[in-house]
């Protein structure tokens, strides 16, 4: 089976367009392509009842984030300072590299 690739990586800055948490901003902690999610830093907390356990002595309750589909989110540009359109391209020196369509800025470091 073919995995898709997307214009979001780990460590981008995205703002969440549909749910519960729409309008909110973080940074990407994981990326789940088969299942085409995100997990975001901070986002879309759910609590999970555990039990004691060698890896959790006390058990409780713990919060975690939840995945969010990819398609909820959107990259943000740092000088558009909004999500934005992404687009990719080839510099002089044949690197292909992600930029913003709003403005022009190249968003690979």
């Known amino acids: ?28 902690i994981r990326l789940i392509p088969d299942k085409a999610m995100v997990v975001i830093e901070k986002l879309n907390i759910a609590k999970q009842h555990t039990r004691p356990s060698a890896k959790n002595r006390q058990g409780g309750i713990i919060e975690k984030e939840n995945p969010l589909s990819i398609s909820n989110v959107m990259l943000i540009c740092e000088k558009c300072k909004g999500p934005v359109k992404v687009a990719k391209k080839y510099l002089d020196n044949g690197k292909k590299v992600r930029f913003c369509k709003k403005c022009g800025e190249v968003l690979d470091r």
């Open 1 to 28: 089976m073919q995995t898709l690739k997307y214009k979001i990586r780990k460590n981008d800055q995205v703002m969440v367009l549909k749910g519960k948490e729409r309008g909110k901003t973080g940074k990407v």
